[in-house]
């Protein structure tokens, strides 16, 4: 009884390992006629959801982006701006008539300077930025990111091979177990027979 206890024992802490390792509880006996868990199918539940895992992936997409924005730094950049602005005020009128070199000499007379029309000025600007030299900065920043991108990537590696290993390990412990428990069961089962056919000879008097 006490190696059966122990058995169970091992089963109940090997599971509870796979399960904190990101594996569902889907380990189940043979006998009951569901699903088994697999080795392939408890890596794949646990490379899926295991937290830390997720984590050092997140930090890897992460590092992936800021690298790919430093990179974006190195390039020239084209700027595209369009304002538009409507008013009868007499300055923001004679304003954009100036502006757009359409002043006429009727223009200019009392009643169209205090009193105009509604006008509107439209400005577009396209421009181009790219510094030529900025003391190494930039590349700096390049250099950083891409260390930031390899650090977090060897992390990820790293993650994702002991995450593999340890859910290995606990999976071939949780089969070994399962097999001490059912040859511990098979040893409690025999005893037991072997004792009831050794009360049933005694009451017999085959034994004495």
Known sequence: MRQTTVCHTTVRRTLAILIMLGVGWTYVITASGAEVLTLESALNQALESNPMLRGAEAQAQQASAELKQARGGLWPQLNLNYTSHKSDDPLHVFAARWRTRNVQQADLT?????????????????????PLYTGGQRLAGVDGARAMHNASMHNYRYSRALLRYQVTTAYRGLQAATEGLRIAEDAVSAANTHVRTTRRLTRAGRII
């Open 110 to 130: 009392p009643t169209e300077l205090n009193e105009p029309d509604e006008a509107t000025l439209e400005t577009t600007r396209l421009g181009l930025n790219w």
